[in-house]
């Protein structure tokens, strides 16, 4: 994989790859979590409660900027729940791709932590746009909620008040994470799902990810 892609049919096939890529991660797995590609003003997005790894181009949805329906698939397919937490990160934080994992990582961590995690002095905390690794990565965790599309609201505040951010966390459920394109937004997922894996380790082996290691190490 390499540049984006330039027409609507190969975002199409890359999404069914990069769904059958998280499948083996795990992080789209019992028809859970997705992803959408945004390229200019037209959206992809992968229709709700399927088999993500099995996704072909045909059954994907096309939306404009605005959320409208262009081109469903055929049969009964529905859109993804989470399809407003996707367009908070369009709208609010100009992404090109965001991906909902539903990663074990991501999960344990909400339970470690509190209103928020925080890491540094992490090597993979360079694959986050912006952020050394003498810096403190903040990643707030949000609450869950019975049904994926209320947590919009809730999803649309933490962008707000965490411009840093490129992932919100949700307690007990999993993770979002966008990038400026879909190259990015994988990277990312990658350096936070490995961070979150290595904040949970660190906690039970009497680490605090949040501090700075003392200065000559024994
Ligand atoms: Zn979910």
Known sequence: MSAPPSNASNVKELLC???????????????????????????????????????????????????????APEGNAKLSACAPLFFHAFELRDAGAVIHSHSMNAMLATLVFGDEL??????????IRGTGYHDELVVPILENTAHECDLADAMADAMRRYPKTFAVLVRRHGVYVWGRDWVEAKTHAECYDYLFEAAVKMKQLGFDPSSAPERNPE
């Open 17 to 71: 790859e990069l769904c059958r890529l998280f499948y083996q991660q795990g992080w789209v797995s019992g028809t859970g979590g997705g992803i959408s590609i945004r390229e200019g003003d037209r959206v992809t997005m992968a229709p709700s409660g399927v088999q993500k790894e099995r996704l072909r181009p045909e059954d994907l949805f096309e939306l404009d900027v605005d959320g409208r329906v262009l081109k």
């Open 118 to 127: 925080r890491v540094t002095h992490l090597e993979m905390m360079k694959g």
